[in-house]
């Protein structure tokens, strides 16, 4: 069985700042990259702490997610990186704020350090309408 896979790129979220794609169809399904709290438009990161960088690593993904066709709504599984776990409350107030009604499966995890020094970074994986 043979699969096509189909980069997806938007100007609405950061362009990928090494050799990969913000996401990736692959079938019914979408991979969407890791997001860190890039505006898209100066490829800066955004000022402010944890909720202002959830709310745009949130917004990227939000924005990859509908390039690709799908929606947060179809959004299956988050994995959320967090570079000191005492931010979990906050993010989660941003995070719950996107994912309302509808509670994909997730992970967090506390890590060493995030590219550019941010706070948060989030990935995902995505269905797409048949």
């Known amino acids: 069985m043979s699969s096509t896979l189909t980069p997806v790129s938007t100007s609405a979220a950061p362009s990928a700042i ?7 169809k692959a ?6 990259s890791g997001s860190i709290p890039l505006d898209p438009s100066t490829m800066e990161v955004v000022p402010g702490g944890i909720e202002e960088q959830t709310t745009q690593v949130l917004k990227n993904i939000k924005a990859v997610v509908e390039a690709s066709g799908s929606t947060l709504n179809q959004v299956a599984k988050t994995t959320v990186f967090l570079k000191n ?24 995890v506390e890590v060493a350090r995030l590219p550019k020094d941010v706070l ?10 048949s």
């Open 27 to 32: 079938g019914n399904l979408v991979f969407v």
């Open 85 to 108: 776990m005492n931010d979990f409350v906050a993010m989660n107030g941003v995070y719950s704020q996107f994912f309302d009604t509808h509670k994909p499966a997730r992970v967090a």
């Open 18 to 24: 090494g050799p990969y794609s913000q996401a990736i």
């Open 120 to 129: 948060v970074e989030i990935d995902c994986i995505a269905t797409l309408d």
